[in-house]
């Protein structure tokens, strides 16, 4: 069993619509959570992370970790056509290494 | 800020011959981090540097690889000899020491990738 599973679509929405973007994980050892936005030929770029179990709001943006499942979720609210990229959960355990474990992301396409 | 610099951004080689790809961190981020992403897979961790130490290097495939970290700097790795398997885009990331809020969240700033294609 992979340590982070996430659906790799591909997801097509038509523009203004809500988004809703999942992984599960199976390490209880997480502690970090995040998603990176990635946009074709750059590099994964931030986009939200939370800290243990709970909500995180940042625009049009939503987190949601919800530890007991071992589910996390990224809503995109009103989603625009410029929310088309590679979306890619990642968590870590923390600490001095923290080395990032990624699902294998979801490319999201938001029509106009 | 200057951002994480990759190079080259694209390298084609053939089985068995050499091939070294660069890594410019951020200015002043102590750690550096390289990533593989082979294709139809998730991007995997290969080690980590904290300055010019290996702190990590579990993810590293075989004795093929070869990574440095010139004090403490800039970055190579080395590939030798390449094989197919090899292929993928290698991704370089960097952080401060105690990057992010709580202590421990590591926010890593990710370089746009060298894509290795060997035939």
């Known amino acids: 069993q992979k340590e982070v599973e996430q659906d790799p679509g591909p997801l097509s929405v038509p523009e203004g619509a809500i988004v809703s973007l999942n992984c599960t994980y199976s390490?209880?050892?997480?502690?970090?959570f995040m998603w990176y936005r990635q946009y074709s030929r750059k590099g994964p770029e931030l986009l939200m992370y939370?800290?243990?179990?709970g909500n995180k709001e940042d625009g049009r943006f939503t987190a949601q970790v919800d530890k007991s499942s071992k589910y996390i979720s990224l809503f995109i609210r009103d989603s625009q056509p410029s929310d088309s990229a590679t979306y890619l959960c990642a968590m870590s355990a923390g600490g001095a290494n923290s080395k990032l474990t990624f699902g294998k992301g979801i490319t999201l396409s938001v029509r106009p | 800020e200057a951002g994480v610099t990759q190079f080259p951004s694209h390298s084609v080689i053939e089985k068995g011959q050499t091939v070294t790809l660069r890594c410019d961190p951020i200015s002043g981020h102590d750690n550096l981090y390289w990533y593989r992403r082979v294709m139809g897979k998730e991007i995997k961790f290969l080690l980590h540097?904290?300055?010019?130490?290996?702190?990590?290097e579990s993810g590293m495939p075989n004795n093929r690889f070869l990574a440095e970290r010139t004090g403490g700097t800039y970055s190579t790795l080395k590939v030798q000899p390449a094989e197919l398997e090899d292929s993928g885009v290698y991704f370089c990331?960097?952080?401060?020491?105690?990057?992010?809020?709580?202590?421990?969240?590591?926010?890593?700033?990710f370089g746009a990738g060298s894509r290795l294609t060997v035939l």
């Open positions: 540097f904290v300055k010019e130490s290996k702190q990590d």
């Open positions: 939370t800290y243990s179990s």
């Open positions: 990331a960097s952080s401060h020491a105690g990057t992010g809020v709580p202590s421990g969240a590591n926010v890593l700033t």
């Open positions: 390490n209880s050892a997480f502690q970090y």
